[in-house]
């Protein structure tokens, strides 16, 4: 198994204030994401700005899509994002839509795992062409308590076995990591763990640790 990136999430309702956060992070992490509520509150001039900011990094645009799939693709490509968001719950339609768009500017679509889905729509999302998909326990999921269990290892674990390449995220920490050992993740997604630290570059370094640790230098 190759060895999982580190992805920082900004969910700031002000770009001023992802901007310090992204100041702080940037020589730490290797994705820099727009989160959906950086994108409510301060529209794509979030991920124009930070494309500019942060020219060598992926830079992933939250949009959580449900509709219109290819002109919000359109649009969150033409303003740099390399990557953007669709929900699972999307018509395949819309799915295909947004990944044609994606492949005109050399960008991905990544499938939002949020609520209901099936390894039956997981194949349907693989056989249009899309690679990548995020494995994400919400904010009020981890508000409730939930934690990650058995069959959300045994989920991400068949989504591996068809290709797909995942992200994991909901509150993830370096203490964490050891949970996943078994599952060849593509990046660890990280939000207010990183931007809301005294120190946010040590724990930047804590997840790269546990990351080396568990899945070497590959």
């Not at 033409?78 to 768009?101: D, E, F, L, R």
């Not at 964490?176 to 207010?192: C, E, N, S, T």
């Amino acid at each position: 198994m190759s060895r999982p990136l580190l992805q920082l999430a900004l969910d700031h309702t002000e770009l001023n204030a992802a901007l310090l956060s992204v100041e702080a992070l940037k020589e730490s992490v290797d994705i820099i994401e727009a989160g959906t509520i950086l994108c409510i509150s301060e529209g794509l001039n979030a991920v124009r700005t930070l494309r500019k900011v942060c020219p060598n990094h992926t830079l992933v645009a939250d949009l959580k899509v449900a509709d219109a799939g290819e002109t919000l693709a359109e649009q969150a490509f033409g303003a740099g994002a390399n990557w953007m968001t669709v929900i699972c719950a999307a018509p395949i339609a819309t799915v295909a839509k947004a990944h044609s768009v994606a492949q005109k500017y050399q960008g991905e679509v990544q499938i939002e795992l949020f609520g209901r889905w099936t390894l039956e729509d997981a194949r349907a999302w693989r056989d249009i062409g899309v690679k990548q998909a995020i494995y994400h326990r919400g904010r009020d999921a981890q508000a409730s308590g939930q934690s990650w269990s058995k069959e959300d290892l045994n989920n991400m674990a068949a989504l591996a076995e068809l290709g797909i390449a995942l992200s994991v995220t909901g509150g993830i920490t370096p203490a964490d990591l050891h949970l996943f050992k078994d599952i060849p993740v593509h990046a660890f997604i990280a939000g207010r763990a990183l931007s809301d630290a005294a120190e946010p570059a040590r724990i930047a370094e804590a997840f790269h640790q546990q990351i080396s640790a568990i899945w070497g230098n590959k």
